[in-house]
Nanobody, 124 residues
Framework: QVQLVESGGGEVQAGDSLRLSCAAS????????VGWFRQAPAKEREVVAS????????YYTDSAKGRFTTSRDNDKNTVYLQMNSLKPEDTAVYYC?????????????????WGQGTQVTVSS
């Protein structure tokens, strides 16, 4: 089992940057793909970015391409989401999730373990 804890959220102005971290427990973290998802009020949870077990493959939703970058450090059991040029529409609770049998990085249903989320608020 994997426990995930997100950190790094906050309130920023449009155009600012934030780096989210997802710290995982367990010694087999390198066996899990990790996805970043977000959920805005009254909206469904959506994928933002995801990264394969090795870190060699990544996925970004169209709104994240060119602005967000995900990376991982398996020695530290941590995955990061660097978010640049933030926009008010990026405001949401951001979650990280891990899955061992993820074949499609964007498939929300493939992720088994979820963190509690961290709030990101971007004001104009």
């Amino acid at each position: 089992q994997v426990q995930l804890v997100e950190s790094g959220g906050g309130e920023v102005q449009a155009g600012d940057s934030l780096r989210l971290s997802c710290a995982a427990s367990g010694r087999t973290f390198s066996l899990y793909a990790v996805g970043w998802f977000r959920q805005a009020p009254a909206k469904e949870r959506e994928v933002v970015a995801s990264i394969s077990r090795s870190g060699l493959s990544t996925y970004y939703t169209d709104s994240a391409k060119g602005r967000f970058t995900t990376s991982r450090d398996n020695d530290k059991n941590t995955v990061y989401l660097q978010m640049n040029s933030l926009k008010p529409e990026d405001t949401a609770v951001y979650y990280c999730a891990a899955g061992r049998l993820v074949t499609v990085l964007a498939d929300r249903k493939a992720y088994d373990y979820w963190g509690q989320g961290t709030q990101v608020t971007v004001s104009s």
